[in-house]
């Protein structure tokens, strides 16, 4: 039996001219398998470290890759840097979203969302589509800074329990549970890599 890809993540890169590359890559792939689904994760960086890429790539995202996506995963931070303007609430954060969706995705998961108004030691996802925003909150887990790959394993959830039927709502709740589940064993074992369970 011959695997078929279903969908295809893509995560960081190293410099625009990558995203010149995947961009062309994928408008090929959307024309000749439109079956294939297209989840994008602009990493760029956060809150605490601010942009930790070339700035060239945050345009590239925002004009190359968004209209390829059928679903995307920025933090606050980079949803931020896409629409260029600071994000005060998750009406703002659902706004912005919003913006990208017009450009292409039919979702957009906000991770740390409007992380200013959250309550002490939690965290909120906004999950924006076109007609919805719905917020989800998950604890906040203290971990250090050297320990990487959260949005890795958030997207890699989601995309997965998407595939499997779930809804968007029950997926990112599931993937957000991966994450926490996941941080909650890197803090308990003392790791400074994230602990994730195969």
Known sequence: MTAVARAVVCGYLGQPGQADLLADWLRGLRATRPEVRVHIDPVMGDRNDGLYVDAGLVAQYRRRL????????????????????????IDEVAAAA???????????????AAPQTAAPGTLRLAVVTAAECVVLGHPEIAIPPSVHGTGDVFMAAITARLLAGDSLE???RDAAAAVT???????DLGWEELAVEG
């Not at 589940?181 to 803090?187: F, M, N």
Request: without cysteine.
């Open 66 to 89: 968004v209209p390829h996506a059928h679903g995307m995963t920025p933090n606050h931070f980079e949803l931020e840097q896409m629409v260029g303007r600071p994000l005060a609430s």
């Open 98 to 112: 919003r913006e990208l969706i017009a450009e292409g995705p039919e979702w957009i998961v906000v991770t740390s």
């Open 181 to 187: 589940g996941a941080l909650a064993r890197t803090r």
């Open 170 to 172: 029950n997926a990112a």
